[in-house]
């Protein structure tokens, strides 16, 4: 961290925080699923300034062969920043060290989850588009891809929730913006199968004791339940209000 | 969905849910282990996998891959002409094959066929007989899991369907469904892509009826 700390802004202000939240508020979320015409499943996210559009593909054909598995079906996913989502070292397009990581990651956790013994042979595709970014991006990849793994009729164990928790001022909060990340003391994203209370997410920037820390996954899993409840209204509202064509909301369409 | 608002306390041993309800991947079906398509069991308890209809102890899946059964009769493409027979796109990511020897018919690579599954091994290898080649017409590819609605019960749907419009339509149980004739086959389309978003509601058959008379009309 080369920023100098004279540029750092106060992140806690009277309990409250820049963008006027307290600690343990979520910015708004918003989800809608299927979305996309020739996606089997898909989902749109946006979370605070997030914007972040998720499409599953599969089962399918396995190519290359030698990566099929006679047992079970591969699980794929790819990350991928679009360039114009933010500012500064995001803005280059292609897969960087950091998105091929995230790609990883959220493979591994949905590993966790999808029943992928009953398509030998196949792959499940994954692919994560961040249309804009502002901190959290991961956690918004995370929560839409489950989304369209539900709508696109994968069998799973559990949707899997996503929320990052950090310390901003010395304090824990939950949903670290872009500032609070940027200049907070740390920063923790974690996802959740809320079914069993697994963790399939751990990761962490910065330091945090072991009280911290304790306190922070409980914060972000009380959160959790509150996105959890998002997720399943988007996949409800695709039976409920049926439409016949799929659409990207622009914005205005996605206020009630 | 019926709105039943009143709580009438059932206790029925054997109908835990009075009613139809959309359950959600790893939502609790029931308190005990119970075998049913569809769900898992885990510490001794019983949850869904899939988004799905949840009635009468049955879940029957809302969105889904089509999964193969022998006996399945199925709509697909003649994707290669091989030496000894033909490959076949029938909407799985399994190869289905048929061999020349279950057929008297010459087939060509973007032929439509009429088939039925007459074979499929441990790694999900499909092989098709009783093939025939279809008229010209449209394809129209609807998810697997709306299939039985699109027939509806005793034929209705299909019978109303080609009536209303005047085509053949071949329903596969794979999810592609070829319209062919003289009829109005985009009516056919409109009404089959209707049946498609609306398969979870009730009272379908007399809507799609109401909706091709008025587009008769025109």
């Known amino acids: ?256 | 969905m019926t709105e039943e608002k009143a709580h009438s306390p059932t206790h029925h041993s054997h109908s835990h849910q009075p009613e139809s309800r959309i359950v959600m991947p790893g939502e609790l079906l029931f308190d005990r282990p119970e075998r049913i398509s569809y769900a898992f069991i885990d510490g001794g308890k019983t949850y869904s996998t899939v988004v799905g209809l949840f009635s009468e102890g049955k879940l029957v899946p809302l969105e889904g891959p089509y999964e193969p059964l022998v006996d399945d009769l199925v709509v697909g493409l003649v994707t290669e002409v091989k030496f000894a027979g033909y490959s076949v796109d029938i909407n799985t990511a399994y190869p289905a094959f048929l061999s020349s020897r279950e057929t008297r018919e010459r087939f060509e690579m973007g032929d439509t066929i009429f088939a039925r599954i007459t074979m499929i091994d441990e790694v999900r290898s499909i092989e098709l007989g009783e093939a025939r080649k279809l008229p010209a017409g449209r394809l129209v590819k609807v998810s697997s899991v709306k299939v039985p609605r699109i027939i509806g019960k005793k034929n209705s749907m299909l019978e109303m369907l080609s009536k209303q419009t005047g085509c053949e339509i071949y329903v596969g149980r794979n999810g592609y469904v070829w319209i062919a004739g003289k009829g109005n086959a985009s009516l056919a389309e409109k009404a089959i892509r209707m049946i498609e978003v609306q398969a979870h509601t009730r009272g379908l058959t007399d809507r799609v009826a109401a909706f091709l008379k008025e587009e008769h009309g025109r």
């Open chain 1, 1 to 256: 961290m080369s920023q100098a700390e004279s540029n750092k802004p106060k992140l806690l202000v009277d309990g409250k925080r820049i963008d006027g939240r307290a600690t343990d508020e979520l910015r708004p979320i918003r989800i809608v699923a299927r979305v996309l015409n020739d996606a089997d499943g898909s989902a749109y996210v946006e979370w605070g300034k997030n914007k972040v559009l998720a499409g599953v593909y599969g089962p399918s054909e396995c190519i290359p062969r030698h990566d099929q598995s006679l047992y079970r079906s591969v699980v794929r996913c790819r990350y991928n920043m679009a360039p114009f989502s933010g500012a500064e070292e995001h803005g280059r397009s292609g897969p960087s060290r950091r998105s091929r990581e995230l790609s990883k990651v959220i493979k591994e956790a949905f590993e966790n989850v999808i029943i992928s013994e009953n398509f030998p042979r196949t792959q499940i595709e994954i692919f994560v588009e961040v249309l804009q970014s502002d901190g959290g991006t991961r956690c918004a990849a995370i929560t839409a891809a489950s989304v369209a793994l539900a709508d696109a009729g994968i069998p799973m164990k559990d949707l899997i929730t996503a929320v990052a928790v950090g310390k901003i001022d010395g304090q824990m909060a939950i949903d670290l913006g872009k500032e609070e990340d940027n200049f907070g003391e740390s920063d923790m994203p974690l996802a959740f199968s809320l079914r069993t209370g697994e963790l399939l997410l751990f990761q962490m920037d910065g330091l945090l004791t072991r009280e911290e820390l304790q306190k922070g996954i409980a914060m972000a899993k009380a959160a959790a339940q509150k996105v959890h409840k998002l997720q399943v209204e988007a996949i409800r509202k695709v039976y409920e209000e049926p439409r016949e064509e799929r659409f990207l909301p622009v914005k205005g369409a996605l206020e009630k």
